[in-house]
């Protein structure tokens, strides 16, 4: 609960501030419709749970949405450092707590996201981003890899040994 409030004020900050750079530097409406995508996917981040995978393919298809859309109405490109931070919670849970074929299709979902936006451009926005994601495979690979040292008692190290040393 406590790193879904701590996730939630730096989504909400995050997005605050992508929104106000937006409006200072490309001005008009184009900051709407980047601040909506990030909302819709922190927000999902948000709902994320254990054996849930609704929330990170629906976060996927919104990111994706959002390079497309960014692409075809020449707003600014996409995925937002929010937008792509979200993106990175949820394929990170996902390869945290899902089974394999479902937490391998949604890796092989963020990965296909990440290099569509690469087709649209390239720029230090994706290079973030692709860290970003890049970051939730490791990390949600690790504690996927955690977790089951702990539940399996880390097996198949076998009992201590007994006596002096052999040296």
């Known amino acids: 609960m406590l790193v879904n409030a701590g996730l ?16 200072t530097s490309w001005g008009g409406t184009s900051w709407l419709c980047t601040t909506a995508f990030s909302v819709v996917t922190c927000g999902l981040a948000l709902l994320r749970g254990r054996r849930r995978a609704w929330p990170a393919a629906a976060g996927l298809v919104v990111a994706a949405g959002a390079v497309a859309a960014s692409m075809a109405a020449d707003l600014p490109q996409e995925p937002s450092p929010m937008t792509a931070l979200a993106l990175a919670v949820l394929v990170g849970s996902a390869l945290r707590s899902l089974p394999v074929p479902s937490a391998a299709a949604v890796a092989a979902g963020g990965a296909a996201v990440i290099a569509f936006g690469w087709y649209a451009g390239t720029s230090a926005l994706m290079a973030l981003a692709t860290l970003l994601v890049a970051g939730g495979f490791v990390v949600g690979a ?26």
Do not use: C
């Not at 939630?8 to 409006?23: E, K, Y």
């Not at 690790?142 to 009992?159: F, Q």
């Open 142 to 167: 690790l504690l996927r890899a955690v977790d089951l040292v702990r539940r399996n008692g880390a097996e198949g190290a076998g009992p201590p040994p007994a006596g002096p040393p052999p040296w």
């Open 8 to 23: 939630g004020v730096v989504f909400a900050s995050g997005t605050a501030f992508t929104a106000f750079m937006l409006i």
